[in-house]
């Protein structure tokens, strides 16, 4: 539903399919509903310079984050027609092959879910103050950057 | 005037600190960055945006708010 408070969409950790399953199923009660879309961000293991990467640990300037997703969740409700829309994004580690990043929307039709879904997205990977620290299997690290 | 800067992913590695007070009589991003540069050398060939009041300003920007972030690129997603 359309709220206007910011919420909190950081979670400690990978976030897990069953909390995906159940995000999905808290919407069986919705029955304008006709169309869900889903983007799952999971993180890569990325080899640079022979070095396979492990893990991503995310850190966030949580308070000016939490205002763009804010920012990004109201400007999409103004743009597509969306019943709800969640997002959900990692801080700490989370190991490759998990998800980081959950963002959930749905609409009476589906058209406005597949525009609505990369809108989101791609603000958010632009948008937000959000920093990966890509840990290789030897422990070493570098600072990843969003293409 | 006391400013607080934060300092985030490959900056906060850079300065070995996640924030720290400044003592600043300018006006100007800019004039508070060669303030930081004195201190942190390294930071002046690093790439990063500075916000101010959780939105990125440009280096010209008068300084309105007593906290500044130093922000490197994102990797959200």
């Given at each position: 539903?359309k709220?206007?408070?910011?919420?909190?969409v950081?979670?400690?950790?990978a976030?897990?399919?069953?909390?995906?399953?159940?995000?999905?199923?808290?919407?069986q009660?919705?029955t304008?509903i006709g169309?869900?879309n889903?983007?799952l961000?999971?993180?890569r293991?990325?080899?640079?310079?022979?070095?396979?990467?492990?893990?991503?640990?995310?850190?966030?300037y949580?308070?000016?984050?939490i205002?763009?997703?804010?920012?990004?969740?109201?400007?999409a409700?103004?743009?597509f027609d969306?019943?709800?829309?969640?997002?959900?994004?990692?801080?700490g580690?989370?190991?490759?092959?998990e998800?980081?990043?959950?963002?959930?929307?749905?609409?009476?039709r589906?058209?406005?879910?597949?525009k609505?879904i990369?809108?989101i997205?791609?603000?958010?990977?632009?948008?937000?103050?959000v920093?990966?620290?890509?840990?290789?299997e030897?422990?070493?690290?570098q600072?990843k950057?969003n293409? | 005037?006391?400013?607080?800067?934060?300092?985030?992913?490959?900056?906060?590695?850079?300065?070995?600190?996640n924030?720290?007070?400044?003592?600043?009589?300018?006006?100007?991003i800019?004039?508070?960055?060669?303030?930081?540069?004195?201190?942190?050398?390294?930071?002046?060939e690093?790439?990063?945006?500075?916000a101010q009041?959780n939105?990125?300003?440009?280096?010209?920007?008068?300084i309105t708010q007593t906290?500044?972030a130093l922000?490197p690129p994102?990797?959200g997603?």
């Amino acid at each position: 539903m359309k709220d206007k408070k910011p919420k909190n969409v950081f979670k400690e950790g990978a976030i897990s399919s069953e909390f995906i399953a159940t995000s999905i199923e808290k919407h069986q009660s919705k029955t304008s509903i006709g169309a869900h879309n889903i983007f799952l961000g999971q993180v890569r293991a990325d080899t640079i310079d022979n070095k396979t990467v492990s893990a991503i640990e995310y850190t966030a300037y949580e308070e000016m984050a939490i205002a763009k997703f804010h920012e990004i969740r109201e400007a999409a409700f103004n743009k597509f027609d969306l019943n709800c829309m969640h997002i959900y994004h990692s801080l700490g580690k989370v190991n490759v092959g998990e998800i980081c990043m959950f963002v959930f929307v749905s609409s009476p039709r589906r058209k406005e879910v597949f525009k609505a879904i990369e809108y989101i997205v791609e603000e958010i990977k632009a948008n937000v103050p959000v920093f990966g620290k890509e840990i290789f299997e030897d422990e070493t690290h570098q600072w990843k950057v969003n293409s | 005037m006391q400013l607080t800067i934060k300092y985030f992913g490959l900056i906060a590695e850079i300065t070995k600190r996640n924030k720290e007070q400044f003592e600043f009589s300018g006006t100007l991003i800019n004039e508070f960055l060669e303030t930081v540069y004195l201190k942190y050398p390294k930071l002046k060939e690093t790439h990063f945006q500075v916000a101010q009041n959780n939105e990125i300003v440009s280096k010209e920007t008068i300084i309105t708010q007593t906290e500044i972030a130093l922000l490197p690129p994102f990797a959200g997603g």
